[in-house]
């Protein structure tokens, strides 16, 4: 099916370019067949997005554009890669008190890597240091949380020398406690990851 004009829909300015919605049963190869929006070459400049409904008697599915380039009425597009670097999983684990060496796991739903661990304790400690430690599979122990001597209960624990790694979906990660400290409080660990 042809390029309908009729469903190419201004939706607001988008800086100094339009951001447009368009409506289709055709599917993404024909969307994507040079040529196709040719016929809005007049209404169309360079830096425009294109936000495509297509193929909705079929499969439907929703992807974007940028028009990259309009030369003599023929309009090329680039498609939008998935943004996905900077979307960030956060996931956390309850660990039992410092006092008692424990040790707990939790799974990536992603592939990625581990950018952040952070740890906070709900109770003060007064006479040892605790220490809990994150292991992945195959690189090992990655990160270490020292809750020192007279640490306090919500005061931020957190590992800037994270040691370099790659996780893959669904990994299980270890937390564990080396049974120091004298706290009666759980400690709260945080895993910020990266995807790949």
């Given at each position: 099916?042809?390029?309908?004009?009729?469903?190419?829909?201004?939706?607001?300015?988008?800086?100094?370019?339009?951001?447009?919605?368009?409506?289709?049963?055709?599917?993404?190869?024909?969307?994507?067949?040079?040529g196709?929006?040719?016929?809005?070459?007049?209404?169309?400049?360079?830096?425009?997005?294109?936000?495509?409904?297509?193929?909705?008697?079929?499969?439907?599915?929703?992807?974007?554009?940028?028009?990259?380039?309009?030369?003599?009425?023929?309009?090329?597009?680039?498609?939008?890669?998935?943004?996905?670097?900077?979307?960030?999983?956060?996931?956390?684990?309850?660990?039992?008190?410092?006092?008692?060496?424990?040790?707990h796991?939790?799974?990536?739903?992603?592939?990625?890597?581990?950018?952040?661990?952070?740890?906070?304790?709900?109770?003060?400690?007064?006479?040892?240091?605790?220490?809990?430690?994150?292991?992945?599979?195959?690189?090992?122990?990655i990160?270490?949380?020292?809750?020192?001597?007279?640490?306090?209960?919500?005061a931020?624990?957190?590992?800037?020398?994270?040691?370099?790694?790659?996780?893959?979906?669904?990994?299980?990660?270890?937390?564990?406690?080396?049974?120091?400290?004298?706290?009666?409080?759980?400690?709260?660990?945080?895993?910020?990851?990266?995807?790949?």
């Open positions: 099916m042809p390029f309908i004009l009729n469903s190419l829909t201004g939706i607001r300015p988008f800086g100094g370019n339009m951001l447009y919605g368009y409506v289709t049963n055709d599917t993404k190869a024909q969307i994507q067949a040079a196709y929006f040719n016929n809005a070459s007049t209404y169309l400049q360079v830096g425009d997005q294109i936000h495509v409904s297509g193929d909705l008697d079929g499969t439907p599915f929703h992807t974007s554009y940028v028009v990259s380039s309009i030369s003599s009425g023929v309009v090329a597009l680039t498609e939008h890669s998935a943004v996905t670097q900077n979307v960030k999983q956060v996931i956390t684990s309850r660990v039992a008190v410092l006092g008692t060496a424990t040790t796991y939790v799974v990536t739903p992603i592939a990625g890597t581990i950018t952040k661990v952070l740890g906070v304790s709900n109770a003060n400690g007064a006479t040892a240091t605790g220490t809990v430690t994150i292991t992945v599979p195959t690189t090992g122990a990160a270490t949380l020292p809750f020192l001597l007279g640490y306090v209960a919500g931020l624990v957190e590992d800037t020398t994270i040691t370099a790694h790659t996780l893959a979906a669904n990994a299980v990660i270890t937390v564990a406690t080396d049974g120091g400290g004298d706290g009666t409080g759980e400690v709260i660990v945080t895993l910020e990851i990266t995807p790949s």
